[in-house]
């Protein structure tokens, strides 16, 4: 990437500004090297001057003078200039942006792609969400975001692995299994009741319904007693196949799926606690079996064993974890929603105390999703149990509008999600206005063949063509691909790929409408073909980070 070009100029100058001018200190500064709010300052900047004005003993105006002095040639590079209180602004030429068609045009989707992350394999643990019921909103943001995070960090080159953890066993599966059984025995003509602690969606109504037609004559003999392990495991299979089909539709794949149970089934629950025992973080009170989660900074001691024996939801969680951490993963992601906001120090603390290095599990927290329609707050049902479900905001609004929305916004954020919004066709729209760039430019692929014009190699393409200030735009928002995608990557912020998608598209409607692309002047128009082959390729990979088909025809 071209700002390290400078870094490393920048940095050369200093130890040569050092040796010739007896100056201390100024080697192995930090110093940034980033683009500049104001484009009139050159394409990038750096405040090296400023940082060593202090070591040096100089002011900062002097010590960039010197810098000037010293600095070794950079490729590409028109010119340097000092600015304001010690910065220097480096302005590139017409071979850089060139070079950045060159790469473009020749590499596709994947040609910014870096290896940066090629020594970390992370393991992404997103969704999860209990297989009680079908995934709501909410945890369509949090699936969304996984995905693109995912996307993105692989397109860093970190090796990623996709987990749905899923909580099959507890007391809740419990409370789940009783609520369908009741359902069940309702649509077959009997009395009975939802449990007041147990679930009251509408959905259960229609699974119950399901499970007496399937298998209603098959439980009608079967003693009461023994109803509650074969609803429980019809409704964790109806549960879970809701929760793929739903994850299907919106293109978010999994390439591993953990069960809780199979925590419990294979002794991991009860190692994780001897474990931590053996290394002196459990201690007995109140009949209870707690761990010192505040030696870790947690505010208070946590229950992993009440007083009756039952295991608290932090005791398999610990030990998914420490199963995590067993399987060779470097770095640990797991994306939760809004109500696990308290759960961060404790599973942080259960990490530290397991002894891995509690820096190496991130949590981010996916904030709420309040839906509109034209403005107005979509109502929930006073009904328990009912919510808006991501399977009908898909169905409604379609896959691409949905991913889009749901990423757009950072997830710390609380979002605005208007249905009407996502579903207008117009430019207004930004799933539509991005979507729309990438078919204006297979319809100029289109009426180039239409009308004959072949786009010869790039080799006999004289790029100096491109003048027009709209061209120019669109190459240097193309060469903010890599740096915005390593920028996603690295602050675990996949909604900075839509915004830099947004900025791409407006460049290039931009040179649509001011640039015609197939003229009179045969050497223009083979530059300008080769600069909508570029822009196809910077297209291809915001859609494909973004999980967003590609539209031919719009």
Request: hydrophobic share 35%; net charge negative.
């Given at each position: 990437m071209f700002p390290e070009a400078i870094r490393r100029a920048v940095a050369d100058a200093l130890r040569s500004v050092a040796a010739a001018a007896g100056l201390p200190g100024l080697d192995g500064l930090e110093f940034v090297v980033e683009r500049p709010r104001d484009r009139r300052h050159g394409d990038w900047a750096t405040n090296a001057a400023l940082v060593a004005s202090r070591p040096a003993g100089r002011p900062p105006r002097e010590v960039a003078a010197l810098i000037l002095e010293h600095l070794p040639s950079i490729p590409h590079l028109e010119r340097v200039e000092p600015a304001g209180p010690g910065f220097l602004n480096f302005t590139l030429g017409p071979s850089w942006y060139a070079a950045v068609l060159a790469r473009a045009a020749r590499g596709g989707a994947g040609h910014a792609r870096s290896e940066a992350g090629a020594g970390e394999r992370v393991q992404v643990e997103f969704v999860s969400s209990n297989p009680n019921g079908p995934l709501h909103i909410g945890h369509g943001r949090g699936g969304v975001v996984g995905d693109v995070l995912c996307r993105v960090l692989e397109y860093a080159g970190h090796p990623v692995e996709r987990e749905y953890y899923y909580n099959d066993a507890g007391a809740q599966m419990g409370r789940f299994a009783a609520s369908l059984e009741?359902?069940?025995?309702?649509?077959?003509?009997?009395?009975?009741?939802?449990?007041?602690?147990?679930?009251?969606?509408?959905?259960?109504e229609a699974w119950g319904r399901e499970l007496a037609a399937a298998q209603g004559e098959a439980l009608r003999v079967l003693p009461a007693e023994d109803w509650g392990p074969e609803v429980l495991r019809w409704g964790l299979a109806r549960a879970m196949r809701d929760i793929e089909e739903t994850l299907e539709l919106a293109r978010i794949p999994f390439d591993s799926w953990f069960s809780e149970a199979e925590l419990h089934r294979r002794g991991e629950v009860e190692e994780a606690i001897r474990r931590l025992e053996e290394r002196g973080f459990l201690y007995r009170a109140e009949g209870a079996l707690w761990f010192r989660s505040t030696d870790f900074g947690d505010e208070k001691d946590r229950v992993l064993i009440t007083r009756d024996g039952r295991y608290t939801y932090l005791a398999p969680d610990i030990a998914y974890h420490l199963d995590k951490f067993g399987r060779g993963f470097d770095r640990l992601i797991n994306i939760w929603g809004a109500d696990h906001h308290g759960y961060v120090p404790r599973m942080k603390a259960a990490v530290a105390a397991l002894g891995f290095d509690p820096g190496c599990l991130e949590l981010i927290i996916t904030q709420m999703v309040n839906l509109f329609r034209g403005g107005e707050p979509v109502r929930m049902s006073t009904r328990a149990g009912e919510f808006v479900t991501?399977?009908?905001?898909?169905?409604?609004?379609?896959?691409?509008?949905?991913?889009?929305?749901?990423?757009?916004?950072?997830?710390?954020?609380?979002?605005?999600?208007?249905?009407?919004?996502?579903?207008?066709?117009?430019?207004?729209?930004?799933?539509?206005?991005?979507?729309?760039?990438?078919?204006r430019v297979r319809s100029l692929e289109e009426f180039a063949a239409r009308e004959g014009v072949e786009r010869r190699p790039l080799e006999e393409a004289d790029l100096t063509r491109l003048g027009h200030p709209a061209e120019i735009e669109l190459l240097k928002q193309a060469d903010r691909l890599g740096e915005e995608v390593a920028e996603a990557a690295a602050r675990r912020a996949p909604h900075r790929i839509a915004a830099y998608a947004q900025d791409f598209a407006t460049a290039f409607h931009k040179f649509y409408t001011d640039c015609r692309v197939v003229t009179d002047d045969a050497a223009l128009t083979q530059a300008r073909l080769w600069l909508v082959e570029a822009a196809k390729s910077v297209l291809a990979a915001v859609l494909g980070l973004l999980g967003l088909s590609a539209p031919d025809h719009m």
């Open positions: 009741a359902r069940c025995r309702q649509a077959l003509g009997e009395e009975a009741s939802v449990p007041e602690d147990g679930y009251h969606g509408a959905y259960l991501f399977r009908k905001v898909i169905e409604e609004v379609g896959a691409d509008a949905a991913r889009y929305y749901l990423v757009a916004v950072s997830p710390d954020t609380t979002l605005n999600f208007d249905l009407e919004e996502a579903k207008r066709q117009s430019m207004e729209n930004p799933v539509y206005y991005l979507q729309y760039a990438y078919a």
